[in-house]
């Protein structure tokens, strides 16, 4: 199993629960804008796995729901029941759908306005602050009274939150401002097994 990815991304996310499930894999650093990536998933994203498949698997969210699977024996996911499956499926979709875009417009301002000129896109950089202030407001909610972002327990939502909540250090209000959330980001920087991926990621 290999796990291509790129420094800072979201694809450290399933890095960090190949880590947690004791998987058998290696890891590959990429340019997601290179054609030779480009092969391996034409959209140009990260994170993508290879399975020995005939087609490498992409999207953070659905290779954290696969990792879940594989390794049932790791209790990386939801808890038994309709209810508590939807909860979790509901906070996954949240970090897909709203956390991660919620940074688009700073990291990617010409996304997002026909002018290309300084000051337009400043101000489009400027328009993400309250937006992530929205979902780290959200997920500090989440986290509220459990030390974790589903059910006080740890799992594939921990990791793909802690790796996009870091990217809130480039913003006026960062992780740190939080009351739930900086105890829970520092209590995973100072897993081992995060704290590995954090420091090889970064090699």
């Known amino acids: 199993m290999k796990l291509y990815y790129a420094p800072g991304t979201c694809a450290l996310a399933c890095w960090i629960a190949l880590e947690w499930a004791s998987a058998d894999y290696e890891v590959?650093?990429?340019?997601?804008?290179?054609?030779?990536?480009?092969?391996?998933?034409?959209?140009?994203?990260?994170?993508?796995?290879?399975?020995?498949?005939?087609?490498?698997?992409?999207?953070?969210?659905?290779?954290?729901?696969?990792?879940?699977?594989?390794?049932?024996?790791?209790?990386?996911?939801?808890?038994?029941?309709?209810?508590?499956?939807?909860?979790?499926?509901?906070?996954?979709?949240?970090?897909?759908?709203?956390?991660?875009?919620?940074?688009?417009?700073?990291?990617?301002?010409?996304?997002?306005?026909?002018?290309?000129?300084?000051?337009?896109?400043?101000?489009?950089?400027?328009?993400?602050?309250?937006?992530?202030?929205?979902?780290?407001?959200?997920?500090?909610?989440?986290?509220a009274g459990s030390g974790h972002v589903y059910r006080g327990k740890r799992t594939v939502a921990d990791a793909y939150a802690f790796v996009m909540a870091r990217w809130s250090e480039s913003f006026p209000k960062s992780w740190r401002d939080y009351a739930n959330l900086s105890p829970f980001m520092q209590g995973m920087a100072s897993d081992s097994a995060v704290a590995r991926v954090i420091a090889r990621s970064m090699g």
Do not use: C
Request: charge should be negative; proline fraction near 8%; avoid cysteine.
């Open 28 to 143: 590959e650093k990429v340019d997601p804008r290179s054609e030779s990536y480009r092969k391996i998933n034409p959209l140009g994203m990260v994170p993508a796995i290879n399975i020995g498949g005939t087609r490498s698997l992409t999207e953070a969210d659905a290779i954290l729901q696969y990792i879940v699977e594989r390794y049932a024996d790791k209790d990386l996911g939801a808890d038994p029941g309709l209810e508590a499956r939807f909860e979790f499926n509901e906070t996954m979709s949240f970090l897909t759908g709203d956390f991660h875009p919620a940074f688009w417009p700073f990291f990617t301002p010409e996304r997002f306005t026909t002018r290309q000129d300084p000051e337009s896109l400043a101000a489009v950089r400027a328009a993400a602050n309250p937006r992530v202030d929205r979902v780290l407001v959200h997920l500090d909610s989440l986290i």
